[in-house]
């Protein structure tokens, strides 16, 4: 079975240099691609290495909304730099979130657009972060015309009568193992009310991991033990939205695989560029 991972941090201290341990793992759960996202202008050159390193795996690059007060000014070129650099890199994580301490939404939205409008310039797809802000997104998305790159929501956790509009405009939505919490059921539910052809996994891995009674992989941080999602929790994507849409798993692992490359890795590319 082939899975691809359509958001992680694969790059991030806490996964990278212990990777030997964790790919064999990853891999034997079916994880055969995957789109590592970087989250500011410090962290984007670890993302170039841990593609370089590993060519299954797709870089892109963004601020995300946590990050956007400590952007710098360069940013803008740094970035539009990067997707031409590469034809394989998509933009993210960027987005809009209410519920970080001290957020500033105008100045998030502003963040947002301007790099919405660069992957635009380059025609690649976004991967969208939305926490307690989904009404100030439509707004920011409300004048723009269906974004033909395509789009992902990570961890959809907005209004399911909103996903019509979203779908409209463009856009992808991913199920995360962090869904297996008995809490998050209204979102789990809320995938049996997409088209089948808009829906992938994810794991955000090294963060959000399941339950631990839905944990099979235990992994810790070596520097200060939280607990870390394992990227073979892919699979464990799977089997929930496999149960929640009432469908066998090697099914929706091909659907999965399908609607990650029209999203990520569309025809017709050049791979060559890197
Ligand atoms: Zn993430």
Redesign the pocket.
Known sequence: MKLCDA???YHFPALAPRWAEIWPVARQAGVSAAVV?G?CEADWPDVAAFVRQHPWARPAYGI?PWQAPRRGAGWEQDLSDRLAADSRASVG?IGLDAWVEGHDLADQTTLLLRQWEVARDHQRPVTV?CVRAWEPLRQALRRMPPYLPGFLI?AYNGPPEWIPWFVEKGAYFSFPPYFLLERKRPQRDAFRLMPPERILIET?AP?LSPPPEHNPHHLTDIQDGRPLNHPANLLVALHSLAGTLDREAGDVATLTTQNWERLFAPSGEDNGSR
Do not use: V
């Open positions: 958001h992680t941090h996202n989250t995300h994580e972060h990570h955000d963060e």
